[in-house]
T-cell receptor
Framework: KAGVTQTPRYLIKTRGQQVTLSCSPISGHRSVSWYQQTPGQGLQFLFEYFSETQRNKGNFPGRFSGRQFSNSRSEMNVSTLELGDSALYLC???????????FGPGTRLTVL | GESVGLHLPTLSVQEGDNSIINCAYSNSASDYFIWYKQESGKGPQFIIDIRSNMDKRQGQRVTVLLNKTVKHLSLQIAATQPGDSAVYFCADPSTSGNTPLVFGKGTRLSVIA
């Protein structure tokens, strides 16, 4: 069974631009969560989607948004990029809410 | 809010020695914990989990100990190998609050050959 895939793996943007990251969960998994990982803050929860609905949201500004499609694939969008948004963005999928999560390799975003 | 944290940010061990990575949690209602391993350039990978009705759980070369009295858990790696070099996270998949999976900041394990 294929694992969680994330595209693109690497991305370089400039301040003020926007970016869309994509995540394809493991087949059959309906929950997708997004995390931001930086050296200083560690893993921080962004949001969680289940059956196309956002179920939980972390403490991030409104510039961070996401959505989930009917096939459980998910995208997250960051608008008006700031230097501090440079991070590894991880997607994790699980069968349901509060189940074991399986992580993708992440998208490394660099904002210049 | 609730937090899960690791005691040490880095740990260096000799190849072949045993490693112990510690984690403290604050939510007394937490009943399930997961240890993840994250190698450079990869996402976290599940290692082992434990439920609160157990004090100890063993896997292949790894053991997790849970002390609910002091809200502490540890990951023990036997005969540490170079491939064990990674960042290790303890996580609490409680759905309380807004964060479904609460992570510590991680402990970086370096294995000295």
């Amino acid at each position: 069974k294929a694992g969680v895939t994330q595209t693109p793996r690497y991305l370089i943007k400039t301040r003020g631009q926007q970016v869309t990251l994509s995540c394809s969960p493991i087949s059959g998994h309906r929950s997708v969560s997004w995390y931001q990982q930086t050296p200083g803050q560690g893993l921080q929860f962004l949001f969680e989607y289940f059956s196309e609905t956002q179920r939980n949201k972390g403490n991030f500004p409104g510039r961070f948004s996401g959505r989930q499609f009917s096939n459980s694939r998910s995208e997250m969008n960051v608008s008006t990029l700031e230097l501090g948004d440079s991070a590894l963005y991880l997607c994790a999928s699980s069968f349901g809410l509060a189940n074991e999560q399986f992580f993708g390799p992440g998208t490394r975003l660099t904002v210049l | 809010g609730e937090s899960v944290g690791l005691h040490l940010p880095t740990l260096s061990v000799q190849e072949g020695d045993n490693s112990i990575i510690n984690c403290a949690y604050s939510n007394s209602a937490s009943d399930y914990f997961i240890w993840y391993k994250q190698e450079s350039g990869k996402g976290p990978q599940f290692i082992i989990d434990i439920r609160s009705n157990m004090d100890k759980r063993q896997g292949q070369r790894v053991t997790v100990l849970l002390n609910k009295t002091v809200k502490h858990l540890s990951l023990q790696i036997a005969a540490t190998q170079p491939g064990d070099s990674a960042v290790y996270f303890c996580a609490d998949p409680s759905t309380s609050g807004n964060t479904p999976l609460v992570f510590g900041k991680g402990t970086r394990l370096s294995v000295i050959a």
